[in-house]
């Protein structure tokens, strides 16, 4: 099975940037079946996707986000990581790695998320 474990800090201050990563096993980052996801939820937006990283490194960002936000990935880890820069309080959400399905605009796997809250 696929396991995908958020990690980073819980507390950001505002203007820095968030971190954080994605650790994923029982599957590979470099299979071309899937890409491989951030996705926020917060009370005031709900769910919101972030962006992506594909399996050769390519990344596709949401518009709205684009300016602040960088996937990057470690192969050697087999592990991605978000970083959402100049942060403010609205940024606060529980973030979310996926696992997503190519073609099927379909996540299959999700992390258990993890609750960052951006306050000085």
């Known amino acids: 099975q696929v396991q995908l474990q958020e990690s980073g800090p819980g507390l950001v201050k505002p203007s820095q940037t968030l971190s954080l990563a994605c650790t994923v096993s029982?599957?590979?980052?470099?299979?071309?079946?899937?890409?491989w996801s951030w996705i926020r939820q917060s009370p005031g937006k709900g769910l919101e996707w972030m962006g992506a990283?594909?399996?050769?490194?390519?990344?596709t960002y949401n518009p709205y986000l684009k300016s602040r936000t960088s996937i990057s990935r470690d192969t050697s880890k087999n592990q991605f990581t978000l970083r959402l820069s100049s942060v403010t309080p609205e940024d606060t959400a529980v973030f979310y790695c996926?696992?997503?399905?190519?073609?099927?605009?379909?996540?299959?796997?999700w992390g258990q998320g993890t609750q960052v809250t951006v306050s000085s």
């Open positions: 996926a696992r997503g399905v190519y073609y099927q605009d379909y996540v299959d796997y």
């Open positions: 029982g599957g590979s980052i470099l299979t071309n079946k899937y890409y």
């Open positions: 990283i594909s399996y050769s490194g390519s990344t």
